[in-house]
Structure formats: structure tokens, C-alpha cells
């Protein structure tokens, strides 16, 4: 009976799908999920080197130590400018905007984000400085996984993973 068990070849075709289905199509996924998260990355990029211009040049100035800022005209002009240079491509509501003032370039010391427990950044800062100061720019997007085991793989917590990107430029005499 086994014999003849072991020489049947029907249904061969449809085991192997089977057993090549579920890894394949999780590669597949990871790999669009890491494309996204990359063309996520250089949208971001590009919208903050040009938001990160207009502090350089003197266009928005703000000396606010409080950390977290308070809400004030500066910050949400910088919020609209990074926005508007995402054409649409991610939500506004998930990026965090963290910007320091440094004397000199070996001053610079970025602090680590902290997360409360929905996952927002809360030890943020918004000082532009002066003329002549340097200025550490940095934009935190909250990148919402497409593949929910990605985060067991990477062993987080939530189903976010932060993407960042920091511009760090020395403010023109103005």
C-alpha cells in the first residue's frame, strides 16, 4: 500500500505552491514595505532641506528653550513649509519636528527621542538660534508597517518605526 502510495505524482505541483507560497509571498512583502520605506525617506529628506533653508537664511527665527515648544507662529509656519514639500505623499500628523541651537559644530549633541506610550516624541525642541549659530534640523515620521510580523522580526513594540532624517546647517549673518 505505501508502495504504491509513493509512486502517485498527482497533486505534486499544487504541495509545492503550497510550501513556497507563504515564504515567498512574505518576502515579497517585506521587500515592498522596505521600497515604500525608503521613497517615504527621500520625500522626507527633500522636504526638510528645503524647510531647513529658510532657517538658514534667516527667513524663520525662533529662540524658544521650552521642550516641548509651545505652539507659536514659527513652528507652525516650519510645520506648513515641511507639509507642503511632501506633495501630499505622507500625513502631516506623523512627523515629529525636533530643531537645536549649537555654538560651534562640535557642540552639536543630539538627544536620544523619547516616546510616551502611543508612540509621539516628546522631548522635542524648536530654536532656530541666531546669526552665525549652528543649527541641527531634525524631522522624526512615524512610518506605519504594511507587514504586521515585520514588527516581531525587529522586535518593537508597536507597529510603527520611526524614520528620521537631520540637516544640520550654520545660520548666514542676518
Known sequence: MLRRLALRTEGVVAMEFALLAVPFFAVLFVVLNSALMIFCNAVVQGAVAQAARQIET?????????????????????????????????????LYFDVHSFATFGAINMPAPTYNAQGKVTNNCFNTGGSGSIVAVRVIYAWQNMVPGLTNLMHVSNTTTPIQYTVIVKNEPF
Not at 79 to 91: H, I, R, S
Open 58 to 94: 534667516g527667513q524663520m527665527q525662533n529662540i524658544d528653550t521650552n521642550c516641548p515648544p509651545t505652539q507659536n507662529s514659527t513652528l507652525t509656519t516650519f510645520q506648513t513649509n515641511v507639509c507642503k514639500n511632501l506633495f501630499g505623499q505622507l500625513p502631516c500628523a506623523n
